[in-house]
């Protein structure tokens, strides 16, 4: 990765720098991308209110490809609720139901070491559950980033739902309930780290949570847990592999680094990382926020840069992370430059900069940003609405699209060839619906964030990491 992100800037990289020293609220949009942000907010929010059940609130992990659900996708459609009350798409009483049928399901659901007749063991659930019976899916894992995510949703749900009303109190006992019981502890099979997850067949899966990635979710939940937290130690665990794993320099930026834009954006959507820091980032001089403003701008750099040659990649249009893609193939590509290579292309993958970049495009990947860079993502996505056409659809931005892979006859695992436009997915992934509506939300008011600020949990949890100032106090 090293050998792509040192590589100089072109010569709009000045621009690039420039334009990075604006302020992170970016200047006020005009009346037309108003219009569009207001267009994909309302499309992105129903395809979680269409697309989940009403009366179990499993979400489907993408649409509308029949689907098992995903827990990680019922998480951010918890909070996709409170913003649809907020701008007038639904009433509070239909959030309120929806989300109680979603909490009390999830509540009732069995748990145990069996390998299937269950949905989750220890409090944690299972990354894909059956869509109609809630219980675990195939052979999939017992995921502690994917519960932390389903948990997110539900704490942002417990602080929103804050009336003396009985459904209300309903909603809040339940999240005590759902959050109490995961065994944070018995996750740390290499303590004080975090594992991975565990299967019944294998057990722990080998590795922990090391890194700056999208998994500070876990363990601001782990310790902030009302019932079984795990010491302050797993949270200095975590940072203390931040400059062996992370810290570095890119396109001119210093900044921990992970290379699917995802990693930089995940926590963020429940958490305000604006004004607070943990004893890593108090000795570096800025915050978490901070860091993923330079990861965005970085990722427009490397576009710009566009070191593999991909086609569409520009200033205007990036956004590399992970998504679907044409399929598992290798096949000749002639780059911008003229030259041929032989190119691997891949149907799903972690993608991130100069880490399995086939040249597939993520709208999601650039639209989760808007809340650290709107001066260059809401542009963005205008541009690939505008360029790629084919890409919108029902639900706002389909997952994603690929400008380079033009083979008409390669049998695809997802999406289809647009004549002249090159491939685009036809399915919409919970998972990178979810962020997008969240931090649009952070963008246009907030939404998340002034919610997430009054939850009990998640301050415990982040002054145990040792977070402070700003709005913690």
């Not at 009366?55 to 509308?64: I, N, Q, Y």
């Not at 080998?206 to 019932?227: C, F, H, I, Q, R």
């Not at 570095?248 to 607070?276: A, K, M, N």
């Not at 086939?358 to 360029?387: C, H």
Request: charged share 20%; net charge neutral.
């Amino acid at each position: 990765m090293d050998s792509l992100t040192r590589r100089a800037l072109l010569a709009q990289g000045a621009g690039l720098a420039l334009a990075g020293s604006l302020p992170a609220w970016g200047l006020a949009p005009s009346p037309a991308a108003e219009a569009f942000l207001a267009d994909l907010e309302r499309r992105t929010f129903d395809f979680f209110w269409e697309t989940t059940d009403a009366k179990t609130g499993l979400a489907p992990d993408r649409w509308p490809t029949p689907s098992f659900a995903s827990i990680a996708a019922v998480g951010f459609a918890l909070s996709a609720y409170p913003v649809g009350v907020a701008r007038g798409f639904i009433t509070r009483a239909q959030a309120r139901e929806r989300t109680l049928n979603t909490l009390r399901f999830f509540a009732a659901l069995p748990q145990g070491p069996g390998k299937t007749g269950v949905a989750g063991h220890k409090g944690f659930f299972y990354h894909f559950l059956d869509m109609k019976t809630g219980l675990r899916f195939d052979r999939c894992e017992l995921s502690t980033v994917d519960t932390a995510l389903l948990l997110m949703g539900a704490l942002h749900a417990q602080s929103f739902f804050d009336a003396e009303q009985a459904d209300e109190a309903a909603i809040r006992g339940l999240v005590d309930e759902i959050y109490g019981r995961v065994d944070w502890g018995w996750a740390q099979v290499r303590p004080p780290s975090i594992g991975h997850g565990w299967t019944p067949e294998k057990g722990h899966i080998p590795s922990d949570w090391k890194g700056y990635n999208e998994a500070m979710m876990v363990y601001l939940l782990a310790l902030g847990s009302p019932t079984r937290p795990v010491k302050p130690e797993a949270y200095g665990a975590w940072i203390s592999t931040y400059d062996q794993h992370s810290w570095g320099e890119s396109y001119g930026h210093t900044f921990l680094r992970f290379p699917p834009l995802f990693g930089h954006q995940f926590t963020h959507c429940w958490v305000d990382f604006r004004g607070i820091r943990d004893a890593y980032m108090r000795g570096k001089g800025f915050d978490y926020f901070e860091n993923s403003r330079r990861a965005t701008y970085v990722q427009q750099a490397y576009a710009a840069a566009n070191p593999l040659g991909w086609q569409g990649y520009s200033a205007e249009v990036w956004g590399v992370s992970a998504s679907d893609g044409p399929a598992d193939i290798t096949l000749p590509y002639k780059t911008t430059t003229g030259k041929l290579e032989k190119r691997r292309f891949i149907s799903y993958a972690g993608r991130g900069m100069g880490l399995h970049d086939d040249g597939t495009l993520a709208p999601y990947a650039a639209g989760s940003s808007i809340a650290f860079a709107p001066e260059i993502v809401i542009p963005a996505l205008m541009a690939i609405k505008e360029r790629y056409p084919h890409t919108w659809g029902r639900y706002g931005f389909w997952d994603a699209f690929n400008p380079s892979f033009t083979y008409p006859d390669v049998r695809l695992t997802h999406g289809r060839i647009e004549p002249g436009k090159g491939w685009v997915d036809t399915d919409m992934l919970g998972i990178d619906q979810g962020p997008m509506l969240a931090m649009m939300g952070n963008h246009r008011g907030e939404l998340v964030w002034q919610v997430m600020r009054r939850n009990a949990h998640l301050i415990r949890g982040l002054k145990r990491a040792g977070f402070t100032g700003g709005w913690l106090g």
